[in-house]
């Protein structure tokens, strides 16, 4: 305040307060907003590729393991009826008796989703097996033979 100036009124001083509330409720500039969307743009392109990749690799590792499990319920089959399930009934064996099995001693598997890969393709099977005793595999992704990345086959050997 100037030497010799009135001081302001009481309604001048309450258009300043008005005036401060206002501008603090304003909210976020444009600008602002446009900085905040380009920082998550940028850090999207970078961790995207990456939550991609993982979850392939996730779905193979996830069929390895299951086989893993189809493996044991095919080992305490074999334990209960001294072979392994045929080609002709396969890997249904291990879920729901087959007809001329007296000894099955089941279910090996509690579901018959079980028997169905990440990508929702059925396991294979094989008795006697090419590299194995006997084969449980997944052809992966793409449901073909051979392949690479998340189209690779998946197997017990």
């Known amino acids: 305040m100037i030497v010799g100036e009135m001081p302001p009124s ?10 401060r509330r206002r501008s603090a409720r304003r909210g976020f500039s444009f600008l602002e907003v446009l900085v905040v969307l380009a920082i998550i743009a940028l850090v999207a392109s970078v961790v995207g590729p990456r939550a991609i990749t993982y979850f392939s690799r996730a779905k193979t590792k996830t069929a390895a393991l299951q086989i893993k499990e189809i493996e044991s319920a095919l080992e305490l089959y074999f334990l209960d009826t001294g072979r392994y399930p045929g080609e002709d009934t396969g890997l249904l064996a291990l879920v729901a008796a087959p007809p001329a099995e007296t000894r099955w001693n089941g279910p090996y598997l509690k579901q018959a989703s ?16 090419q590299h194995a005793e006997f084969d449980v595999y997944s052809f992966g ?6 392949g690479s990345g998340e189209d690779a086959d998946v197997g017990n050997w």
Do not use: V
Request: charged fraction near 35%; proline fraction near 6%; hydrophobic fraction near 20%.
């Open 10 to 19: 009481g309604e001048a001083r309450q258009s300043r307060r008005y005036r």
């Open 114 to 129: 079980a028997l169905t890969d990440p990508w929702n393709w059925a396991y294979r099977y094989r008795y006697p097996g």
């Open 141 to 146: 992704r793409d449901g073909l033979e051979g």
